[in-house]
């Protein structure tokens, strides 16, 4: 019998989680607890529709032309799709068959021989480097930093090209010495192509109220043009592509 994984939801023509048109899957199950997180009704590992590696894949395969001609592919993210290691390296395997470029966006927090395996047929990563201070980064994901950092030097060591995401909130993420500190680091990182900021938002607040979870930043306001501008300038420091 096939193994099956636990998908949230899929998105066909998804356009900012890597290049060019990507079919975005959200899989179920995250053991973060990132007080910004937009999508919380993930993080129930029991929740989701079953989906076989082959099932998946024939829904990956019907956007095949649109990801091929804009240079894009299908991206895995969640939720924490490592969670779901051993399926997605059967489901990648499948799409590496059909010739389709392959992404995950994770937190890095999840690290084993498996999650090794499935980067042999993974072509992107996206890691989300929730901040740099382990003090920090424990109060905004309920979990160590250093399990992020460790994983970051195992992509260096294998050359597997890597994408930082940083999610700027004001008055959690937004401390200018922790971000040059960040900058500089990523410096050394030769597979690091490009460091994404992405500006705090609160769409997913509704999930969080649905869910019956205590929403932290109700009322944190999205990051001013002026800040976002002052920490693309210290991001400009790692010598990557901002984006």
């Known amino acids: 019998m096939s193994m099956e994984g636990r998908i949230h939801s899929l998105e066909s023509c998804g356009t900012v989680d890597g290049p060019g048109i990507r079919f975005v899957t959200f899989l179920q199950g995250c053991p973060l607890r990132c007080q910004y997180c937009h999508n919380a009704d993930t993080w129930d590992t029991k929740g989701g529709t079953v989906y076989t590696p082959e099932a998946l894949v024939k829904e990956i395969k019907k956007y095949k032309s649109y990801m091929k001609f804009s240079g894009g592919g299908v991206t895995f993210t969640g939720g924490e799709p490592l969670l779901q290691a051993e399926f997605l390296r059967e489901v990648c395997t499948l799409c ?21 395996e499935l980067l042999e047929v993974t072509d992107l ?29 195992y992509l260096k060591e294998k050359g597997i090209k890597t994408w930082i995401r940083y999610v700027l909130v004001p008055g959690l993420t937004d401390n200018l010495d922790t971000i040059k500190s960040m900058a500089k680091y990523l410096k050394g990182y030769e597979n690091v192509e490009r460091i994404e900021l992405l500006p705090f938002h609160k769409m997913g607040e509704f999930k969080w109220k649905e869910l019956g979870y205590n929403y932290q930043l109700a009322d944190t306001e999205p990051p001013s043009k002026e800040l976002i501008n002052r920490v693309i300038e210290l991001l400009k420091l790692s010598g990557k592509e901002i984006e």
């Open 96 to 116: 590496k068959k059909e010739e389709i470029s392959t992404a995950i966006d994770t937190s890095g927090f999840i690290f084993n021989q498996t999650v090794k």
């Open 125 to 153: 990563v996206l890691l989300d480097m929730k901040n740099f201070d382990p003090e920090v980064y424990k109060t905004v994901t309920g979990v160590p930093l250093k399990p992020t950092l460790q994983f970051l030097d």
